[in-house]
């Protein structure tokens, strides 16, 4: 989306014309898009580009397809090592023990990564850790919100 004319705030920010928000939707993944609602201060004017339209657009400039496929990473790989660093940080302030396990080994940090860019992660942190085997029980402080 752009602004052509008006004030509105997305997020904690405040936007104004000529402002663009939205370019995740080039993002497969779901997971790493922003699902941020802007709310109008004024009267608001937006030019809104579905990604179709994007696609048949770029057709007629293939030279730019190399450009936005390297944007396209850059803002994937951001977006997913800031979201995996804050489960990290998260997890480890549940129990820093089974952070440190979860860390040590590659097979189950694999496993943590992929969840985390999967939406899953609650699911990682409820899986049956405890040692007594039942079923479903939390990792240590864990909560299931």
């Known amino acids: 989306c752009i602004i052509r004319r008006g004030v509105c705030i997305i997020g904690n920010r405040v936007r104004v014309e000529g402002d663009v928000w939205g370019e995740d939707m080039l993002l497969s993944n779901i997971v790493l898009r922003e699902r941020l609602i802007a709310k109008a201060l004024n009267f ?86 405890e040692p007594d085997g039942h079923a479903g029980s939390p990792k240590s402080g864990a909560s299931p919100s």
């Open 44 to 129: 608001l004017s937006v030019l809104l580009l579905h990604y179709e339209d994007l696609v048949e657009g770029m057709g007629n400039f293939p030279d730019s397809w190399d450009k936005l496929r390297k944007h396209t990473l850059r803002m994937a790989s951001r977006k997913a090592v800031l979201m995996i660093a804050r489960a990290a940080r998260e997890m480890k302030a549940l129990d820093g023990a089974d952070f440190e396990k979860v860390m040590s080994d590659s097979k189950t940090r694999a496993d943590f990564y992929q969840s985390v860019l999967e939406g899953t992660v609650q699911d990682f942190l409820w899986q049956d850790s």
